[in-house]
């Protein structure tokens, strides 16, 4: 199963030096069943597309979190022997799951990202998280904002040089 974990730069080359994703258990976004039920028209590729849109909110959370990181939206695309909760105990539409694994490097297929051009609507939006998840109609704009900028792909092969070429904190300026 193609599973999508959120992620910062800081998060994407601490998984890379280690071979792995980690610390379980992990939160990541997958097609589930509540995720199928709710797009009940979409074919694979918009549930998947769904997903991924799911896991790249989820890692402005982790910016927010994190705020010597580079305001970049990082999200790891990775295969996995995941089973998601058919038993109705999820919100319908979610595509979220915990997995108690750890994902060895190995199993990633790529990686997505944000432009360098798109860390102000990113850097905004991780501002306002907290707000966001109160409620505040500006913040929850903010954070839908984010969803304008398109995740450039990259092969596993391109990660290290990516990292290295965008420096530890994934080109922004201290």
Same mark, same amino acid.
């Given at each position: 199963?193609? *599973?999508?974990?959120? +992620?910062?730069?800081?998060?994407?080359?601490? %998984?890379?030096s280690?071979? #792995?994703? &980690?610390? @379980?258990? $992990?939160?990541?976004?997958?097609?589930?069943p509540?995720?199928?039920?709710?797009?009940?028209?979409?074919?694979?590729?918009?549930?998947?597309?769904?997903?991924?849109?799911?896991?790249?909110?989820?890692?402005?959370?982790?910016?927010?979190?994190?705020?010597?990181?580079?305001?970049?939206r *990082?999200?790891?695309? +990775?295969?996995?022997?995941?089973?998601?909760? %058919?038993?109705?105990?999820? #919100?319908? &539409?979610? @595509?979220? $799951?915990?997995?108690?694994?750890?994902?060895?490097?190995?199993?990633?297929?790529?990686?997505?990202?944000d432009?360098?051009?798109?860390t102000?609507?990113?850097?905004?939006?991780a501002?306002?998280?907290?707000?966001?998840?109160d409620?505040?109609?500006?913040?929850?704009?903010?954070?839908?904002?984010?969803?304008?900028?398109?995740?450039?792909?990259?092969?596993?092969?391109?990660?290290?040089?990516?990292?290295?070429?965008?420096?530890?904190?994934?080109?922004?300026?201290?």
């Amino acid at each position: 199963m193609r *599973v999508y974990v959120p +992620a910062t730069f800081r998060t994407l080359s601490a %998984a890379c030096s280690a071979g #792995e994703i &980690g610390p @379980a258990p $992990l939160t990541v976004y997958a097609v589930t069943p509540a995720l199928r039920e709710w797009y009940a028209e979409g074919d694979d590729e918009e549930l998947e597309y769904a997903a991924m849109a799911q896991a790249a909110r989820a890692s402005v959370g982790l910016l927010a979190a994190d705020p010597g990181t580079a305001r970049r939206r *990082v999200v790891i695309a +990775a295969e996995v022997s995941a089973v998601p909760p %058919a038993d109705g105990s999820v #919100e319908l &539409g979610d @595509a979220r $799951l915990e997995l108690h694994v750890l994902i060895p490097w190995r199993s990633v297929a790529s990686v997505h990202l944000d432009a360098p051009q798109a860390t102000t609507v990113i850097g905004k939006a991780a501002d306002l998280w907290d707000a966001a998840q109160d409620g505040d109609d500006d913040a929850i704009f903010a954070l839908d904002s984010c969803e304008g900028e398109d995740l450039m792909w990259y092969a596993t092969q391109e990660i290290p040089d990516l990292l290295a070429a965008e420096g530890p904190r994934g080109g922004q300026r201290t």
